[in-house]
């Protein structure tokens, strides 16, 4: 007995910290047997027989004897080194991986996250069974990259709430996770399709993550965006703003309001195949505005203006070639014009007034009806590439062209609405507005959306319907113009 005694304790002494390899098991979700795999304990840490994991996660593992390093799916583990290689990704273990009994051994539970990387499965070790389980389920579920009008969208899906910080350190942008895992792969395979980052790279680690991503020069700005509760990530990356080049100087002075109004864009609205708003006695928007517009141009150029059309004439112009068409010209002012309208019989009867509209984000749901009935015109467009209404994501792409000219809209808009005011069509609640009229998207100067009166109200109508009317109406836009026009330094 004594004997038997001396043994285990010399046994033990040898072993020191180093002990033999005890009968753990491995538990596929899928499967209900557990299969049998060594685990054991080396300096108090626990580590796994990696090749037999590998194996039962199904990746195809092979050996290179002569690096040391054993692969195992799209990951490396070396021997006597502390990094794993996952696809394009680098993890860092706690501790080595280690040569024991011609076997390579992994420390856990941090092994497990690179090699959730690589077999798409959810892992988790239990020391008390001394198990690994395996599930189905993984943080990271999509990775997608969209192209929009003024930037793109990096937008990634969790199957769970994740926490991502964002930092930018010029010219990348970095975004760290905590306790998530991605997939590096899959992220890997977006860096080609982009245009306004080079590079794209994610690290994980046992417990955290971090994609950088090296931004190109075009690439005005990047953001972080959370969306459906934590569980998506979007980054958004705005593309530099191109203002017509040669207009440079104009515009940033017409913008900070010292500059000179020298061409103006008068913008009749809808036209061709369509007719804009019906009214009182079948008068179509379409003729009306054309009309004002027309007036309005003898006008100002008569005092020396330049003026230009988005159309002369009953022809149809698609709503995105509208402000597109007054960047070209080099603008200094856009004014797209438009006559209101509501349904109903009643509210026909009651509904008035003349308003004036910036492009922001509308405030009223009143206001938000209204730019969705002026943006039903891109359902008519042939090229179909238009958006009906935008979207939060592109009104905070859209923020570079507001923070630029909505200051000054705003102040036109003043002018606008002090020159209406004593007319024969009334004010509409305060006169001024905003919504998201796409004809305004795209036109890099002060544009103001005018609705001049509600051609389905029987005392605006018959005002708008009329030359005299419409004589009275282009009379005010001038003045308001004029007044802006001076004020600004003209
Ligand atoms: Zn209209």
């Known amino acids: 007995m004594q004997h038997f005694l001396l043994i285990i304790l010399l046994f033990c002494a040898w072993l020191g910290a180093q002990q033999p390899a005890l009968a753990g098991s491995f538990r596929q979700s899928t499967d209900t047997a557990a299969m049998p795999l060594e685990i054991r304990r080396v300096d108090s840490v626990w580590m796994v027989n990696a090749p037999v994991l590998t194996r039962l996660l199904a990746l195809q593992t092979r050996w290179n004897p002569g690096a040391h390093r054993l692969q195992a799916g799209k990951s490396f583990w070396t021997q006597d080194n502390p990094w794993v290689v996952v696809g394009d990704s680098v993890s860092k273990l706690p501790v080595p991986v280690r040569m024991i009994d011609g076997t390579l051994w992994a420390p856990l539970p941090a092994a497990l996250a690179p090699l959730r990387q690589a077999s798409g499965k959810e892992l988790v070790f239990n020391p008390e069974l001394l198990r690994i389980e395996a599930g189905a389920a993984k943080d990271m579920l999509s990775a997608d990259l969209q192209s929009l009008d003024n930037g793109e969208m990096l937008e990634i899906r969790f199957s769970r709430k994740v926490k991502a910080e964002f930092f930018q350190n010029e010219p990348y942008s970095i975004i760290r996770f905590e306790n998530t895992v991605l997939d590096t792969a899959l992220l890997g395979q977006l860096q080609k399709k982009s245009s306004l980052f080079s590079r794209l790279l994610s690290v994980q680690d046992a417990k955290s993550a971090q994609i950088t991503l090296q931004l190109r020069d075009i690439c005005e700005s990047a953001e972080m965006l959370r969306r459906d509760s934590g569980r998506t990530v979007q980054i958004l990356l705005r593309k530099k703003a191109s203002p017509p080049s040669t207009s440079s100087s104009s515009t940033s002075k017409a913008a900070t309001g010292k500059g000179r109004i020298r061409t103006i864009v008068l913008d009749p609205g809808h036209g061709g195949k369509d007719p804009g708003a019906i009214g009182v006695k079948s008068l179509q928007e379409k003729d009306i505005v054309l009309a004002v517009a027309l007036k309005l141009k003898k006008k100002l150029t008569a005092q020396g203006y330049q003026v230009k059309l988005t159309r002369d004439d009953d022809n149809f112009v698609e709503l995105p070639d509208r402000p597109a068409m007054a960047s070209k010209w080099e603008g200094d002012l856009f004014i797209s014009l438009h006559c209101n309208a509501v349904d109903g019989a009643e509210r026909q009867k009651k509904t008035e007034g003349f308003k004036f509209y910036i492009l922001r984000e509308a405030e009223s749901e009143e206001d938000k009806a209204i730019a969705r009935r002026e943006n039903k015109a891109i359902e008519l467009s042939a090229s179909k590439k238009g958006k009906s209404e935008i979207s939060p994501v592109e009104w905070i792409l859209l923020e570079n062209q507001l923070n630029t000219y909505t200051k000054e809209s705003e102040r036109f808009t003043g002018y606008l609405v002090e020159s209406y005011e004593g007319g024969t069509i ?65």
């Not at 009166?453 to 419409?470: E, H, L, S, W, Y």
């Open 426 to 490: 009334k004010k509409m609640s305060s006169g001024a507005g905003q919504a998201g009229f796409m004809v305004l998207v795209g036109a890099f100067m002060p544009a103001v959306l005018v609705e001049i009166g509600f051609i389905t109200n029987p005392v605006d109508a018959a005002f708008m319907g009329t030359t005299k009317g419409q004589d009275d109406i282009s009379t005010r836009l001038f003045k308001a113009i004029q007044s802006y026009s001076k004020a600004v330094g003209n």
